[in-house]
């Protein structure tokens, strides 16, 4: 894949990093002034002041974030469920037998009900059906070109111009004050890692997500690794400070997430010595973005907002402590 | 821990990076001239040359390392090992039942053939009787305190003194040019890592090796993993290009080996396009350390150096090659 191709910005905001801190002395211009975005200044300043009680050195500096509804959006699905979806349909005309198979025959007909009652099984039938079977460089390729050109329902607008602006700020300006930000998502690790630098300026090998088992294999014009049809890791819940210890190998000092899926991650940061931040995103904003919490099935956020309240972590009222949402919204202004 | 005490540096080497060019205008001062240093050198400045055709951006310039025989030695056996009889020793007293069972009763008589004739059924069971059962937390400061205070018995020298000396200075010159050094280790992740970053400059997050299963547990003060007596995988042969996909998600454009377990990730490495380096690390010199090849069980070396000689990848000739091998050899010269 061509240096140049990489380098595409796939997200019309700005890149972490020096833009936003370079436009502007104030690091989290997409935050609102207040409480919030002061305690993750507060926070930051501590632990980089190298003559106070809470210094930590650059390399203890990791932070971990969830990516659906944390970095970007998750509705009307999870966008890589929309991946999953648009691919069934492309494979479709070599596969005549979808058009009268479950859960194959729910995604061909947009037949959402049925697709949700085919529940975890049925998931996992059209993740294998979409995921699996081709080298790992061949997936690559699949997802670039979907994430390159497929819009979102709603916005009309790519995937990657869903991501949140005061995230990418928090990022930049994390990155700015020595801290290696990793990504912690029960997405796949490389749906990820297609883009995750272009986006996010989270490289791949920072990124960490669910994954299934590849085989090596030699064959005549080389190498390769094949994806095979069988889940390797789950990284949600439990998953998640057991994946941050496999692939980090130490403790973060700072997480961010919006589901009980982060809760254990925010638990096992909260547990390490010196300060920690600890932050949910609570998605409140119905007019620019979506409003859900305890009922929801996707971003399901119940247990760790209890826990928040209770411990004092960070939570982002998204309506009231964002400036802008999304990157777009910001275009005027820039210009 | 501490900070002082992380940054204790158990080797007696220079610490890869700056020293040594700071020392010399030589970055490789412990390669002897010729060709074999030539090419590394010849590699290096081509894939860092910003207006040649060989050209690799910095963050693509990802280099792999095996550990046991190519970073530091492996003999009378990977050093690893030696921790894991150690621990079995001190474990017994509360286990009378391991002086009458077996492979248990062989590590506690030194009776090393038995125990090798207990095969890897046998050294499974010692793995996860000395690697299991504890906190990850706890295993890292077994192994701290191991490594700070075992000896080896043939140099009378703690175990991280067994580094290589050229070695420690090719991590130093790949990292001053931009390069991201990984260990790619069959041997256990997170033995490594409680050791990586002081003696290697690798960090743990840079550290691949074989793992065993953990447990996300909440307890009474807190959240802990628990390591299982469960092999998660094994990170050797067709494991080690499996674990680098896993783990970096790009493809190295260096790999560093000495065994046949290496070759997988050579030949990966090697199918990639543009300017490569592979290397083995031939075992030559009975006197400074060891000699062995093709006819042996640790560090077996066959098919990897067949292939190296017919595809033309750099293979060092550690008595011809090697100024020194270990830090502690270059001791005088410092002073």
Same mark, same amino acid.
């Given at each position: 894949?061509?240096e140049?191709?990489?380098?595409?910005?796939?997200?019309t =905001?700005?890149?972490p990093g020096?833009?936003?801190?370079?436009?502007s002395p104030?690091?989290l211009?997409?935050?609102n002034e207040?409480t919030t975005?002061?305690r993750i200044?507060?926070f +930051?300043?501590?632990v980089?002041?190298e003559?106070g009680p809470?210094f930590?050195?650059?390399?203890?500096?990791?932070? +971990? $974030?969830?990516?659906d509804?944390?970095?970007?959006s998750?509705?009307p699905?999870? !966008?890589?469920?929309? %991946?999953?979806m648009? /691919?069934i349909?492309d494979?479709?005309?070599q596969h005549?037998d979808? @058009?009268?198979?479950?859960? !194959?025959?729910a995604?061909l007909?947009h037949?959402?009900?049925?697709?949700?009652?085919?529940?975890?099984k =049925?998931l996992v &039938?059209?993740l294998?059906?979409?995921?699996? =079977?081709?080298t790992?460089?061949e !997936? &690559?390729?699949i997802?670039r070109?979907w994430?390159?050109?497929a /819009?979102h329902?709603? $916005?009309?607008r790519?995937?990657?111009?869903?991501?949140f602006?005061p995230?990418?700020d928090l990022?930049?300006y994390l990155?700015?004050? =020595?801290?290696?930000?990793?990504?912690v998502?029960a997405g796949?690790i490389e %749906?990820?890692?297609a883009?995750s630098r272009?986006?996010y300026? #989270?490289?791949?090998?920072n990124v960490?997500?669910?994954s299934i088992?590849?085989?090596?294999e030699?064959?005549d014009?080389?190498p #390769?690794?094949? /994806?095979?049809?069988e889940?390797? %890791?789950?990284n949600?819940?439990?998953?998640?400070?057991?994946c941050?210890n496999? !692939?980090i190998?130490?403790r973060?000092?700072?997480? %961010?997430?919006n589901s009980?899926?982060?809760l @254990?991650m925010?638990?096992?940061?909260a547990a390490?010595?010196g /300060?920690?931040?600890m932050?949910l995103i609570?998605?409140?904003d119905a007019q620019r973005?979506?409003?859900?919490?305890?009922?929801?099935?996707?971003?399901?956020?119940?247990k760790a907002l209890?826990?928040?309240k209770r411990?004092?972590?960070v #939570?982002v009222?998204?309506?009231?402590?964002?400036?802008?949402?999304?990157?777009f &919204?910001?275009?005027?202004?820039?210009?």
């Open positions: 894949m061509g140049k191709k990489k380098d595409k910005d796939l997200s =905001g700005r890149r020096t833009p936003a801190n370079a436009r104030d690091p211009p997409s935050w207040g975005k002061a200044m507060e +930051v300043n501590e980089t002041y003559d809470w930590v050195p650059p390399h203890e500096r990791i932070a +971990v $974030f969830d990516n509804g944390t970095l970007w998750e509705r699905a999870y !966008f890589q469920a929309l %991946f999953t648009d /691919r349909r494979l479709a005309p005549p979808w @058009q009268v198979t479950q859960p !194959f025959k995604v007909e037949d959402l009900d049925t697709l949700i009652a085919s529940g975890m =049925g &039938e059209l294998m059906a979409s995921h699996a =079977g081709m790992t460089t !997936f &690559e390729n997802v070109h994430i390159m050109a /819009r329902p709603r $916005f009309d790519l995937y990657t111009e869903l991501v602006q995230m990418l990022l930049g990155h700015t004050n =020595g801290f290696q930000n990793f990504i998502s796949g %749906f990820l890692r883009w272009e986006v300026g #989270v490289a791949p090998e960490i997500g669910s088992k590849t085989r090596f030699l064959r014009d080389g #390769v690794l094949v /994806r095979l049809p889940i390797d %890791f789950i949600d819940h439990n998953g998640k400070p057991v941050i496999k !692939f190998g130490r973060p000092i700072a997480a %961010f997430g009980d899926g982060d @254990q925010l638990q096992w940061t390490g010595k /300060r920690r931040l932050l609570h998605h409140t973005e979506w409003a859900y919490d305890r009922q929801a099935t996707i971003g399901h956020l119940d209890d826990e928040a411990r004092g972590w #939570v009222d998204m309506e009231k402590h964002w400036r802008e949402i999304y990157p &919204e910001m275009k005027k202004e820039v210009v």
